[in-house]
Structures are given as C-alpha cells and as structure tokens.
C-alpha cells in the first residue's frame, strides 16, 4: 500500500482529455516536496514526463501538463492517443519514512 | 550522451547473494546521486536505495535495511548494489536512475529472480 494513492486505472477516447489523480499527505506532497510523473511501457524503464510539478522535459509533447495544490499532484493528458496507453507513476519524498516513494500506478486505456 | 549500463542479476536461492552494476557515462558522475528502483513481476515501481554523489551518504528503504548495500567508484562511474539475505519477495527487475528523484536517465533494467 503506497503513500501516495493513485487509481488503478484509468480510460478515455482519442482527443480526450484525461487526468490521472496523486493524493499524498501532510508528510509528502503535503510538506512541499515535488510532485514527478513518469510514463513506463511493458518491459520498459521509466520515462519522465513531468518533473518539479510541471515542468516538461525536452522532447515530452506538450499535450502532457502537471499540477500540485495541497497533498495532492495530478497528470493531464489533453488530446489523449493510442501511443499514449501505458502505465503512469508519480513520485515524492516522504519524511515520515525518510524515502523517495511512488504511487502505485494508473494504466490508461485507449478506448 | 547519458548512458547508464546494467550488469549483474540473474537467478538465486532464497538467502543467497548477488551484485547488480550500474556504469555510467556523459556526465560528471560524481556530482550525481544515484538510485536503484525494483518492479516486481506485474507490480509497480518500488523505490530501493540512493548514494550520494560523494557516496558519503545511502539512503534504503525499510524492506532492504540491513540486507542491501549501495556503493559507488567514482573513479570507475560505476555504482553497485550488494543484495544479501536474498528473499523470494526480492524477485524483480532492478532499475539504476540517475539522481535522487524526478529521474530523466534510467538504466535498461536487470532481473533477479530468488527461487528455489
């Protein structure tokens, strides 16, 4: 059981607009530590996506954004495509286990 | 260019031993803290252990405490994780990512499988 609770899944047609919830607490992104986002495909590493809340790495397309307000940080995916199914994470630090921690991951379909 | 190379792994008996490597090139590494996350057949990212860029200081997650050890050779840019005390729970593919957190650079990924 993570810290940081994301949905199991997730789903939306070509062109929608999607989000993808990370809810933390008082000792995560609670306590002001960024909110990291990764997109990982099967038998793949991790690539990340959005860093520092929402702050886009070069090369990741801009249909991506992140935000954070209080415990919580969340992924958007506007204008959602097949390329785009795949199992997202997010990511903080918590200082009551003193540990980098992940949520548990959100799968996205494409409907 | 960021590279980070894999080696190590492979299968284990319960309460055996191995060492998974992480070599590194295209960037200072020794102004890198670097990190070992595992995924669990099926399973999501777990984060295991990071050292600092000096190596002075490691940092481990409660489930490896005291079984894992993290190191690093700046000199050779590499870094390595000792895993002891092996458990089946342990069986997954381990990921080398440079920095503490909002990782860009990863490893390819090594498996380790603890079976008897």
């Known amino acids: 059981q993570s810290v940081l609770t994301q949905p199991p899944s997730v789903s939306g047609a070509p062109g929608q607009r999607v989000t993808i919830s990370c809810t933390g607490s008082?000792?995560?992104?609670?306590?002001?530590?960024?909110v990291h986002w990764y997109q990982q495909l099967p038998g793949a590493a991790p690539r990340l996506l959005i860093s520092g809340n929402n702050n886009r790495p070069s090369g990741v397309p801009d249909r991506f954004s992140g935000s954070k307000s209080g415990t919580s940080g969340s992924l958007a995916i506007t204008g959602v495509q097949a390329e785009d199914e795949a199992d997202y994470y997010c990511q903080s630090y918590d200082t009551s286990l003193k540990a980098w921690v992940f949520g548990g991951g959100t799968t996205l379909t494409v409907l | 260019e960021v590279q980070l190379v894999q080696s190590g792994g492979g299968l284990v008996q319960p309460g055996g031993s191995l060492r998974l490597s992480c070599e590194a090139s295209g960037f200072t590494f020794s102004r890198s803290a670097m990190t070992w996350v595992r995924q669990a057949p099926g399973k999501g990212l777990e984060w295991v252990a990071a050292i600092s860029g000096s190596g002075m200081s490691t940092y481990y997650t409660d489930f490896v405490k005291g079984r894992f050890t993290i190191t690093r050779d700046n000199a050779k840019n590499t870094m390595s994780l000792e895993m002891n005390s092996l458990r089946v729970e342990d069986t997954a593919k381990y990921f080398c990512?440079?920095?503490?957190?909002?990782?860009?650079?990863w490893g390819q990924g090594t498996q380790v499988t603890v079976s008897s």
């Open positions: 008082s000792s995560n992104i609670g306590a002001g530590y960024d």
């Open positions: 990512a440079k920095d503490y957190t909002g990782s860009y650079f």
